[in-house]
């Protein structure tokens, strides 16, 4: 078995997530038994709506909090009918707004407030018990009642001070003890007195052997405890990010990243990392070579792959750009739109589709109406995108840091030639600099506005003196290498 370590999950997936569920596709291609467990407690909605939301199969999760149970991960389907059949009175009103309910009993304040899983269905997530105006219980249901956090007044605050995991039969299988924060948990045989505890004896719990592995994808407050209860089994590191500080960085020392530090100093209890890229690849043995005299054993296997390469099926729309990201400051979606009006003063059939959601859009939709560029600048929202990639002659990049870069990967999937910065590890991978599009040297120095000015005139270069036709052609031999059967060979070469 292969057991995928993480901590949380949410529905905006940071690409941590994402990785993992094309990991589970590949898994589950090349016929190996996978579990992805998760260490977070999760109380806003139904862990298993989170991971089938992304692509997981119930079967394949495993929820630290439910494991110690015989609660199986599972939709909702408890339901508003199933509640009132627990109710102590049939004296009570029932209202409901959207998403949220109430019943309502006799007597001053007391009430149940009802959160349900959508705004249609009356299948019910968690339940508010409260009591003259005050929280007394909260209880999460998926099937049925799966735990419950009991609370009492504090300073004029509701204090949770205990929450009790069920099984389905209704008996307790453990209960943490919350003490201002400090916790511990009860079970019949044993007490644990921390968090750390309870993650390394649910691994302790899985009884590894020499034929499991261990893949962990974040270390942050379990990487020790896992480390500690993996017996014989093999361990790697999922490498999701740039694992050094540059700058921090000299001769003689190297400054890690917090998430990987202390990984890397247990590289003696480490059989292999994972890195997404051939660049971060030869770099991190390089460091770990010149830093800690060590050679340790390092896979690639890149973070998604391509079930197919795309092929527009009538002509690509002649001048056109896209990207897509998250719309976040990091991603630099500004820079993109300044460096697209400014080369459409000298190409003016250039159009721009920005693909994506985020906290950002309203500053570019400013940004966008300010520059006069509405009518060949467009936000298109959230989209699923591969079968658009095609449709177009370009993709554009700001970012300043990708440790991968799926849309990157599945821009060349669909034979766009990319223009991006020089910088790690994304852009070089998918770009061959005057082959398939322009890498743009950058560095510290390097201002914002010589960036956009860097940016437009790769973009007029592009459009006025590349052979297109030629520059496409070069993505789809690049893209061939993420092809998902090439993907799925990584993968057998680590787990056999």
């Known amino acids: 078995m292969i057991y995928n370590f993480n901590l949380g999950i949410g529905w905006a997936s940071s690409g941590v997530e994402y990785a993992q569920s094309y990991r589970a596709v590949m898994l589950r291609n090349i016929g190996a038994d996978a579990k992805f467990v998760f260490t977070d407690l999760i109380t806003g909605e139904n862990i298993e709506h989170l991971t089938r939301n992304i692509g997981f199969l119930d079967s ?23 509640l009132k059949k627990t109710l102590p009175t049939d004296e009570y009103t029932y209202k409901r707004t959207g998403k949220t309910g109430q019943l309502i009993f006799a007597g001053q304040n007391n009430y149940y407030a009802i959160y349900f899983v959508d705004e249609q269905s009356e299948r019910v997530h968690r339940v508010e018990m409260v009591s003259g105006g005050l929280l007394i219980r909260k209880d999460y249901f998926t099937y049925d009642r799966i735990f419950s956090e009991y609370y009492a007044p504090l300073d004029n605050k509701a204090h949770m001070y205990l929450r009790r995991f069920f099984n389905e039969d209704g008996t307790v299988a453990y209960e943490e003890i919350n003490d201002d924060g400090k916790v511990m948990y009860q079970f019949p045989d044993k007490i644990l007195c921390s968090k750390e505890e309870f993650v390394g004896y649910m691994v302790s719990r899985l009884n590894l052997t020499k034929d499991d592995i261990v893949l962990i994808d974040r270390t942050t407050g379990v990487g020790q405890t896992i480390l500690q209860n993996t017996g014989n089994a093999r361990v790697g590191i999922i490498i999701h990010a740039d694992h050094f500080s540059e700058g921090s960085t000299d001769d003689d020392n190297i400054l890690w990243n917090n998430y990987y530090e202390y990984s890397f100093a247990m590289h003696r209890h480490i059989d292999f990392y994972v890195t997404a890229t051939d660049e971060q690849n030869r770099l991190l043995k390089e460091q770990f070579l010149k830093y800690n005299g060590t050679e340790p054993t390092v896979y690639t296997v890149p973070v998604g792959s391509l079930d197919e390469l795309k092929y527009p099926t009538i002509n690509r729309n002649p001048y056109s750009i896209l990207t897509a990201s998250r719309l976040a400051t990091e991603k630099h979606i500004d820079w993109i739109i300044e460096a697209v009006v400014k080369a459409h ?3 003016p059939q250039l159009t721009l589709d920005i693909y994506g959601k985020g906290g950002e859009e309203q500053k570019l939709k400013e940004l ?8 060949y600048i467009i936000l298109r929202g959230q989209q699923n995108l591969k079968e658009v990639y095609q449709d177009y002659e370009l993709y554009l990049s700001g970012s300043m840091s990708e440790g991968f870069g799926l849309t990157l990967m599945e821009a060349i999937g669909g034979g766009l030639p990319i223009i991006g910065f020089d910088v790690r590890y994304g852009n070089p991978t998918f770009i061959d600099d005057g082959k398939n599009g322009y890498l743009i040297p950058v560095d510290e120095h390097t201002s914002q506005r010589e960036k956009i000015e860097a940016l437009t005139d790769r973009l007029i270069q592009l459009f006025t003196e590349a052979d297109l036709d030629s520059f496409h052609e070069h993505s789809y031999e690049k893209a061939k290498g993420f092809l998902t059967k090439e993907v799925e060979l990584r993968w057998k070469n680590i787990v056999g």
């Not at 999760?61 to 991960?73: G, N, P, R």
């Not at 966008?368 to 009518?375: F, M, P, S, T, Y």
């Open 345 to 347: 003063e000298v190409v």
């Open 60 to 82: 394949e999760i495993i929820w630290l909090y439910t494991f110690f149970t015989d609660q199986k991960i599972a939709p909702v389907s408890y339901t508003l009918s199933d």
């Open 368 to 375: 966008i109406r300010k520059l006069g560029a509405e009518n």
